[in-house]
């Protein structure tokens, strides 16, 4: 699996979007990038996921860059519920071991 | 909430005694995956397993073994535990099925005296 970099940690205001950004360089042609999040003493939780094309869900959108050697997740309107720890994971879609790296750590302010 | 339950929840435990970790889903998922959790390392991957009796190292397998004997259930051991396996263990499942997402469990608190 290709290596994320991410920014250690962020602030957002409250009701603001909060863009997180993440660098996959080497990032393969087949490996898809995968968002989490994992609040305080919590399981991590599921967001996001896509290969090329831009994805939004309820919970958030990816935007992937054209040469997919970067990507920003989008929280449209951050609420304190919000602050958590992000991680950015470029991995395979066919199954086997998914590495974390240290994530970006957002913290949404009144 | 994907059906994944994790035992026990917590446990204190003293070194050198052996401990298992129990990790069950009703999900009918392929893939199961123990990870820990400590302050300043992020979660690191430390078995996985791609099927029935199948299964491979993470990054930090050493002092832990697991088993998969059925689908829905994936066991980690301690051997013998020791205080830097002190720590927050998260069970992990996903299938082709569903995109390969992951999905964890709520995790195990694990403190050796």
């Known amino acids: 699996d290709a290596k994320t970099t991410q920014p250690t940690s962020m602030d957002c205001a409250e009701g603001r979007a909060a863009n997180l950004p993440c660098n996959h360089s080497t990032i393969s042609g087949n490996e898809y990038v995968y968002w989490y999040r994992q609040i305080h003493s919590q399981g991590p939780q599921y967001i996001i996921h896509?290969?090329?094309n831009n994805e939004t869900n309820e919970m958030a959108s990816l935007i992937i860059t054209e040469d997919r050697k970067s990507s920003t997740l989008i929280l449209p309107h951050a609420t304190l519920r919000d602050t958590a720890v992000y991680y950015c994971i470029a991995h395979y879609n066919q199954g086997g071991k998914l590495i974390f790296g240290q994530g970006t750590e957002l913290s949404v302010k009144p | 909430d994907a059906g994944i339950t994790q035992s026990p929840r917590h446990k204190v435990t003293e070194t050198g005694t052996p401990v298992t970790l129990r990790c069950h889903q009703t999900?009918?998922?392929?893939?199961m995956y123990w990870y820990r959790q400590d302050p300043g390392h992020g979660l690191r991957l430390i078995h996985y397993?791609?099927?029935?009796?199948?299964?491979d190292k993470g990054e930090v397998s050493d002092g832990y073994s697991v088993s998969r004997s059925k689908t829905e259930d994936f066991l980690l051991t301690l051997e013998s535990a020791t205080s830097s396996q002190t720590s927050v263990y998260f069970c992990?499942?996903?299938?082709?099925?569903?995109?390969?997402?992951?999905?964890f469990g709520e995790g195990s608190w694990l403190t050796v005296v």
């Open positions: 896509g290969l090329k």
């Open positions: 999900e009918n998922h392929r893939y």
């Open positions: 992990a499942i996903s299938d082709q099925g569903t995109g390969n997402t992951i999905y």
């Open positions: 397993s791609y099927g029935v009796k199948d299964t």
